[in-house]
């Protein structure tokens, strides 16, 4: 079982994010159960960090007092990833929404972590992100890393690993790591895409990440042209194949 939280440490995650941003009671009713309804728990507060540096010293906090912390991003996984079920505190990245202008060169952008995969793949009118998924709309990148989100396009781009250009995270005792460079490859330290990719929140919090943006699969009136070249007769496979900008 964690340790309790004490009126003294609820005060101190106050100072850091903010009161408004510390719930407990009823307040966190929201956050201890999954989409479906069948995983449901009770969380000791819900902390809601607007920035990495307010995360990082969240995360040392709760690992002096010995609290047990369960990370969570829009909090639409299905299978009782995200929900506490044994009274921890949930650290909620739903204020975590800085969205970089898209580097057009690279096609990359830099999100943090509560920022949801609808807006990340909205950047720019020719790009999208390779993930596609029903809950794009609330799903965010922080959660589809920790997750490895495939969705409908996963044999086409690969899952969310494979989006993933640059990290940065916190480790539980409130260190942060950073390489957000976006180069495809980079020997210059450890792999963190990689290796905190599917991880869940088991191994560092992420607060941002550079993604990898692909050439807009469905461009404007595609639909129009290709439903009246299916119409002619004898069309060359290759007319069909330009269609598709990639």
């Not at 998924?133 to 690993?161: C, E, F, K, W």
């Not at 919090?205 to 404007?220: F, S």
Request: hydrophobic fraction near 45%; charged fraction near 15%.
């Amino acid at each position: 079982m964690p340790a309790e939280l004490t009126a003294s440490i609820q005060a101190e995650l106050a100072r850091i994010v903010g009161g408004p941003h510390v719930l407990t009671g009823d307040a966190t009713a929201g956050f201890a159960v999954d989409w479906t309804g069948r995983f449901q728990g009770q969380a000791a507060a819900v902390v809601r960090p607007a920035d990495t540096e307010q995360v990082a010293a969240v995360l040392a906090c709760c690992t002096r007092a010995g609290l047990a912390v369960v990370p969570q991003g829009g909090n639409t996984g299905l299978v009782g990833g995200g929900v506490p079920l044994h009274g921890e505190v949930v650290l909620s990245l739903a204020r975590l929404t800085e969205l970089s202008p898209v580097d057009l060169d690279a096609r990359q952008v830099t999100a943090s972590a509560g920022v949801t995969l609808a807006r990340v793949g909205a950047t720019h009118p020719d790009l999208d992100l390779g993930i596609l998924i029903a809950s794009r709309d609330s799903a965010t990148v922080g959660g589809a890393i920790a997750t490895n989100a495939g969705g409908l396009r996963v044999l086409r781009y690969g899952p969310m690993r494979s989006q993933v250009r640059g990290v940065e995270a916190v480790l539980s005792d409130g260190t942060v790591v950073s390489h957000l460079s976006g180069l495809v490859k980079d020997n210059t330290g450890y792999n963190y895409p990689g290796l905190l990719a599917g991880s869940e929140g088991t191994l560092a919090v992420v607060t941002r990440a550079r993604l990898q943006l692909k050439t807009l699969i469905y461009p404007e009136g595609l639909g129009e042209r290709f439903q009246v070249l299916l119409q002619q007769k004898n069309v060359p496979q290759s007319q069909l194949t330009a269609l598709n900008p990639l």
